[in-house]
């Protein structure tokens, strides 16, 4: 496995989430890396993406001021810090590894992807 989502569960809504991605290690290096998700019924769709160095991120419009990416290099693991979470949230979230240092949002940009996490979010 290259890569391992966790973090995911039921909250209600305005509450807090932080979902987790380790990767192996071949997988991180240099790497952009995103969070997408996709709800029942619907498309995959782009969540967030960060740089290799941490230093630039890019979030969908739909969560801009709500998710936080950040990534800890020393850990290979990236986060998602996910506030005031609206039950449009729902979603099994997947993170992926860009071929790319950059933060893209292009699907596909990304080579690996994650199992994913399921976030349930009550209204």
């Known amino acids: 496995v290259q890569l391992q989502a966790s973090g995911g569960g039921l909250v209600q809504a305005g509450g807090s989430l932080r979902l987790s991605c380790a990767a192996a290690?071949?997988?991180?290096?240099?790497?952009?890396m995103g969070w997408f998700r996709q709800a029942p019924g619907n498309e995959r769709e782009f969540v967030a993406a960060i740089s290799w160095s941490g230093r630039s991120t890019n979030y969908a419009d739909s969560v801009k001021g709500r998710f936080t990416i950040s990534r800890d290099n020393a850990k290979n693991t990236v986060y998602l810090q996910m506030d005031s979470l609206e039950p449009e949230d729902t979603a099994v979230y997947y993170c992926?590894?860009?071929?790319?240092?950059?933060?893209?949002?292009?699907?596909?940009?990304?080579?690996?992807w994650g199992q994913g996490t399921l976030v349930t979010v009550s209204s």
């Open positions: 290690r071949r997988t991180y290096s240099n790497n952009g």
């Open positions: 992926a590894a860009a071929r790319v240092a950059y933060a893209t949002y292009s699907t596909a940009q990304y080579d690996y």
